[in-house]
């Protein structure tokens, strides 16, 4: 699952963002993601890994430098990027059915069409039987689900996933990290995942973006290197985990004080 | 005693709700398809009987203390309960409760809608506009921190005394809530739900119809509720204060010339007509809005 075609669908070159007040949070950020590969940005809080996440989305404008998806510039959100939040971003006054299918709602699909396809999705990610719950009925694991079954209703290419595991326990992460990989197996995305969780990043990643703090810098890429359909207890007794953590953990533990 | 019974009629029409909501979403299990059927059908139209056995003990023993007190003539001016009962009974029978009462409810019922419609207008264009909000925010501050007793005269010079000054009276103490609940509803929108509509190339009308606006929606019909319980104040001060008509010219008649069971009768009366109202307007809230568990109910406890 390595990168079969090698063409980068996100560009990002030369990207800084100065805050109204000065302070720099990102400083000539470049990178490449390829398509189908999942691209993970890791680094110290405050190295600006969700703010170039929304800026790639769209949220966000920066300072100077450009986004390039599928080598067009873009400034804005577009149907080719789906996000899905750490903190699920479900609407508390809506069923999963109704926020899962939002997506689909907010561009004018009708709605037998937009609930069948959100009900495939909602198959999809696990979720089935919950269609009519509302999300404070759900368990912290299952609303990132519905989280990620909006995401990919949307069918968009790129999903940005912003520390989408850090809001439930150890044991449903691990889970929920199990299902993705399994789950991009079978929906081929181009995935770009923000975590601080060295562990996460080196189990899931293709590729291993991490970030210096103060101003936000591309410090190196890491590739992993581990095969999709390795099993995961098979990855992590792999010695090439461990190390590949340890050095990681070397590179950031300098930026920590 | 008057000041005794009002907090008591508000538990009522607030608390309990809230409380009975939160206690059934603690004993039964959360989810379940029978949870929320009772939840839904059974529960929102019959809430305000819950404990009513326990209510109607308090009121009891209110009354029964009001009783001993009275009769033990501690008081020329606090005459028993049951005097108050025949008073009010008098009162009802000979008209001299609804001719008060269709003098006191136009301009009630004119100033709550006049106030809710403006309000809302107002809370949502301070909500989404920040050139709006700068210049109309401190106004409705000042409006509603102001010492209305002190300012209620006022509208006399104004307005004279006609039906327009209660209305303005009523405006004046309703609408900074509808206005200000309706701000702080839509600026207390979670942002990572803008970011989410926006990310999913949601047009900024699409972010106000189906975000904003249903995320304030609890917050909005809290402020209209409460609104109208400050219309019921305002609409006595003026009729204390500037135009002696009504249920006001009932309670300061009677004090002026000493038949005090006519005057709590009146007290009592629009006491009981407001908490009434209150628990209507409740009512029709919650078969309008839906019970959706403990969101909801923390949604609408916030008051500002």
Redesign the interface.
């Known amino acids: 699952m390595m990168s079969v075609d090698a063409s980068a669908i996100v560009k990002v070159s030369e990207v800084s963002l100065r805050y109204p007040n000065g302070t720099e949070a990102l400083n000539g950020v470049s990178l490449d993601v390829p398509k189908g590969e999942l691209v993970t940005l890791l680094g110290p809080s405050g190295c600006g890994k969700t703010s170039l996440l929304?800026i790639i989305?769209?949220?966000l404008q920066p300072s100077s430098g450009e986004i390039r998806i599928n080598d067009r510039i873009s400034r804005a959100?577009?149907?080719d990027?789906?996000?899905v939040?750490?903190?699920f971003?479900l609407?508390?006054?809506a069923t999963v059915l109704r926020n899962v299918a939002?997506?689909l709602?907010?561009?004018g699909l009708s709605r037998a069409s937009r609930q069948a396809e959100a009900k495939r999705y909602i198959a999809e990610v696990g979720l089935a039987g919950s269609e009519y719950?509302?999300p404070?009925?759900?368990s912290g694991g299952m609303r990132q689900r519905a989280g990620l079954a909006?995401a990919l209703a949307?069918n968009a290419e790129v999903l940005m996933m912003d520390e989408p595991f850090s809001a439930v326990d150890e044991q449903m992460r691990r889970k929920l990290q199990e299902d993705l990989l399994d789950l991009l197996r079978r929906e081929r995305k181009t995935v770009i995942f923000v975590t601080h969780s060295i562990e996460e990043a080196v189990y899931l990643s293709d590729r291993i973006v991490l970030l210096s703090r103060n101003p936000g810098r591309v410090m190196r890429v890491v590739k992993p290197g581990f095969r999709r359909d390795t099993n995961e207890s098979d990855i992590r007794r792999d010695p090439r985990y461990q190390d590949i953590i340890d050095d990681i953990w070397t590179s950031l533990k300098g930026y920590l004080n | 005693m008057s000041l005794g019974v009002l907090p008591a009629s508000r538990g009522i029409s607030e608390e309990a709700p809230f409380a009975a909501e939160q206690e059934a979403a603690a004993i039964t299990p959360?989810?379940s398809p029978e949870t929320r059927k009772t939840f839904a059908s059974n529960n929102p139209s019959l809430w305000f009987m819950k404990d009513l056995g326990w209510k109607l003990l308090c009121f009891a023993i209110v009354f029964a203390c009001w009783e001993v007190v009275g009769r033990a003539h501690w008081n020329l001016a606090f005459p028993p309960i049951s005097s108050v009962a025949v008073a009010l009974a008098k009162m009802a029978i000979n008209g001299e409760l609804a001719h008060a009462y269709a003098s006191t409810l136009p301009p009630l019922a004119l100033g709550v809608s006049l106030a809710s419609i403006v309000g809302t207008f107002a809370g949502v264009v301070m909500g989404l506009f920040r050139p709006a909000e700068i210049i109309f925010y401190p106004f409705f501050v000042l409006l509603q921190t102001a010492p209305m007793a002190a300012l209620v005269p006022l509208i006399t010079v104004v307005l004279g005394v006609g039906i327009a000054a209660k209305m303005l009276a009523v405006v004046a103490l309703s609408m900074p809530i509808v206005a200000l609940n309706c701000y702080k509803g839509i600026r207390d929108t979670?942002p990572?739900?803008i970011?989410?509509?926006?990310?999913?190339?949601?047009?900024r009308m699409?972010e106000i119809t189906?975000?904003i606006l249903?995320?304030a929606?609890g917050m909005m019909f809290a402020g209209l509720r409460l609104s109208v319980s400050g219309g019921f104040v305002g609409v006595v001060l003026a009729e204390l204060l500037i135009t002696p008509t009504g249920i006001g010219d009932l309670i300061s008649y009677n004090s002026s010339v000493a038949h005090y069971p006519e005057m709590y009768a009146a007290i009592i009366s629009i006491i009981a007509f407001a908490t009434i109202t209150l628990t209507v307007l409740q009512m029709i809230e919650r078969q309008f809005t839906g019970v959706?568990?403990?969101?909801r109910g923390r949604q609408r406890k916030e008051r500002i």
């Open positions: 929304k989305a769209g949220l959100p577009g149907p990027r789906a996000l939040f750490q903190d971003a609407m508390p006054w939002f997506g709602e907010l561009r719950k509302y404070h009925e759900l909006r949307v | 959360v989810g979670n990572s739900l970011d989410m509509c926006r990310s999913l190339t949601g047009s699409q189906k975000i249903p995320s929606s959706r568990g403990p969101y």
